[in-house]
């Protein structure tokens, strides 16, 4: 599947039953937040699916409206929300989180829009999805050391050596940055992506060619991180369908999910490493496993970033590509 894009179209925020600047808003006032959500590809999402949205209060994290759409197949996908008016404060931001889920209640793409109570009209917003393998229910918490932020698009986790260096493990590389002179907070910069903080809430990213995004904390790392935490010493990922890879070079251990996660295959103890690294073979009862690695610029189609390494799968009769890095 290529990038899916999420688009919302925030049609209307505002009180019901009276102009706000002219009356007092009651606790019977209304916001209604509408629109509607869907994607570029001609698929269907299948049966059982849902799609969650919820208006949350960005500094408390509480949810003051929330809507569940059952069975969501064919895109567009309108939404309507209703709030109670007097939980909106003029001057403060809320996020309007939308979530679809797969049949086994798997997250398979998120979103969010930034709204404030006093925007009437927000317009047309392009949003993006996530890397579905986030919402591996088995990943480990944090290692300590790791402190993890959203920079938009991007889930990077930072670990700090002392004041003079941090590692940054972006998906496409692991990064040695160095102290840089800041007028406040601390810089660290490398092969021009730069990483500014000040203390553990407040974080920047500046990418090569690219404007700098404010980042949020993540209340865990990314999954590429948690691959290396793991032991895994190479990991790929591709689309259509999504997928995802992981080879355990000691163990002699290969793991493929497909499918978006429906199904996964593991080749225990069976892992062959071609010659200079070239790629991959492994077989279990029933299934053979052969992956080669090439030294290209791969560009993952669903979120533009571009990785060292251009993957391609052949799982029996079945042939897959994907973008993908060693993590050690």
Not at 118 to 144: C, F, H, K, N, W
Not at 304 to 325: E, M
Request: hydrophobic fraction near 40%; include cysteine; glycine fraction near 8%.
């Amino acid at each position: 599947m290529k990038r899916w894009l999420w688009f919302f179209t925030i049609v209307a925020l505002a009180a019901c039953g009276g102009d706000s600047a002219q009356e007092p808003l009651t606790s019977e006032a209304r916001a209604e937040i509408t629109g509607e959500a869907y994607y570029l590809e001609r698929i269907m999402m299948p049966p059982g699916s849902t799609l969650e949205i919820e208006l949350a209060d960005d500094a408390t994290g509480e949810v003051l409206a929330h809507e569940r759409i059952e069975g969501p197949e064919a895109p567009p996908y309108p939404f309507g929300l209703s709030v109670a008016a007097d939980l909106l404060e003029v001057g403060k931001t809320y996020h309007l989180h939308l979530t679809l889920f797969l049949p086994d209640g798997s997250p398979r793409f998120a979103a969010e829009v930034p709204i404030s109570a006093d925007s009437a009209e927000l317009g047309r917003i392009r949003l993006t999805g996530v890397d579905y393998s986030e919402a591996d229910p088995d990943r480990d918490e944090p290692m300590a050391g790791w402190h993890s932020f959203q920079c938009g698009e991007v889930a990077l986790d930072v670990q700090f050596d002392g004041d003079e260096s941090a590692r940054l493990s972006l998906p496409w590389a692991l990064l040695e940055l160095e102290l840089q002179p800041a007028a406040s907070g601390a810089r660290y910069a490398a092969d021009e992506v730069e990483f500014w903080t000040r203390g553990q809430d407040q974080a920047r990213l500046t990418l090569a060619d690219g404007d700098a995004v404010d980042c949020v904390p993540r209340d865990r790392v990314s999954p590429w991180t948690q691959a290396m935490m793991d032991g895994v010493d190479f990991r790929a990922v591709g689309n259509e369908p999504g997928w995802h890879l992981h080879a355990r070079h000691e163990q002699a251990d290969l793991e493929l999910v497909l499918d978006y996660g429906v199904s996964e295959l593991e080749f225990s103890g069976t892992l062959e490493i071609l010659p200079d690294q070239a790629g991959y073979r492994a077989e279990s009862p029933g299934n053979l496993a052969e992956v080669t690695l090439e030294q290209a610029d791969c560009t993952d189609t669903m979120v533009g970033w571009t990785f060292p390494i251009t993957v391609h799968l052949q799982i029996n009769d079945r042939s897959l590509s994907a973008c993908g890095r060693f993590l050690n």
